[in-house]
């Protein structure tokens, strides 16, 4: 028998059984509310600078949202939270599982939900329109382990331009890690990246030949060696998948 997404991530925490392997954090008290998109999914346009991929966010189909004080100067893009609303007779136990891919205000909020993510809050359909009603809720959050599928991605951003400036985007990175530095490998040593926006590292001048990166996660003490070279023919808007896969 198959589990369903929300019951496979219930049984991350059984902590009694399987101490070493699991993650829990306490639920904190907040408020969330929502946007309005046509096709319920979320933006490309969100200050992480996903692109279309934010839209998406992999395997969560959609369900995402702009966040406040947790975005944190782009360190939060790409971090995955449970969410519970807590209007009895109309909440979902289980709530929503979405992904940070924007920074968001509302009233006293820390999540503004894409449509998609926001429907997962409701016990059904009737639920979720009840719900649509309030416009803000009262919610419990919690930081989870992301589970993207496939290994993590280089996305070179569109604003790139070979030679001259190199952009990029770390994608998949699953477990509870935050991406704090990215390094380029130049004349014999590594170089920092800078944190242009969000998720967006950015180097002026890059070497003209094949790229190197490394990236370094919080909780980690090493730098993450992704095993593969970015060609010397990079374009703008390319993927590159790497060797890796975080847990």
């Known amino acids: 028998m198959e589990l369903s997404f929300k019951h496979q991530i219930g049984l991350v925490c059984i902590i009694l059984l399987f101490p070493a392997l699991c993650y829990c954090q306490e639920y904190t008290k907040s408020r969330a509310t929502f946007y309005s998109t046509s096709d319920g999914y979320g933006t490309p346009t969100g200050a992480c600078g996903f692109g279309e991929y934010g839209r998406k966010m992999n395997w969560y189909d959609g369900s995402v949202a702009g966040v406040?004080?947790?975005?944190?100067n782009g360190v939060g893009c790409g971090t995955c939270y449970q969410v519970k609303c807590l209007i009895e007779n109309l909440c979902d136990e289980n709530?929503?599982?979405?992904?940070?891919?924007?920074?968001?205000?509302?009233?006293?909020?820390?999540?503004?939900?894409?449509?998609?993510?926001?429907?997962?809050?409701?016990?059904?359909?009737?639920?979720?329109?009840e719900l649509k009603k309030y416009g803000t809720v009262d919610i419990e959050y919690r930081r989870v382990p992301c589970t993207y599928t496939g290994n993590v991605v280089?996305?070179?951003?569109?604003?790139?331009?070979?030679?001259?400036y190199f952009a990029v985007v770390i994608l998949n990175?699953?477990?509870?890690?935050?991406?704090?530095?990215?390094?380029?490998?130049?004349?014999g040593e590594w170089k920092a990246l800078n944190r242009n926006y969000g998720a967006v590292f950015d180097f002026a001048n890059p070497p003209s030949g094949e790229i190197r990166l490394r990236f370094k996660v919080s909780g980690m003490s090493d730098w993450?060696?992704?095993?593969?070279?970015?060609?010397?023919?990079?374009?703008?808007?390319?993927?590159?998948?790497?060797?890796?896969?975080?847990?």
């Open 154 to 164: 280089f996305y070179i951003k569109e604003t790139s331009s070979n030679p001259g």
């Open 68 to 72: 406040s004080g947790l975005w944190r």
């Open 173 to 187: 990175v699953n477990g509870i890690n935050d991406v704090t530095a990215v390094e380029m490998w130049q004349s």
């Open 224 to 247: 993450v060696d992704p095993k593969i070279v970015i060609p010397s023919y990079w374009q703008p808007g390319s993927t590159y998948v790497t060797e890796v896969q975080l847990k």
């Open 95 to 129: 709530g929503a599982y979405l992904v940070a891919t924007d920074q968001g205000y509302g009233d006293n909020t820390d999540f503004v939900m894409s449509p998609r993510a926001f429907t997962q809050l409701g016990r059904d359909e009737k639920a979720y329109e």
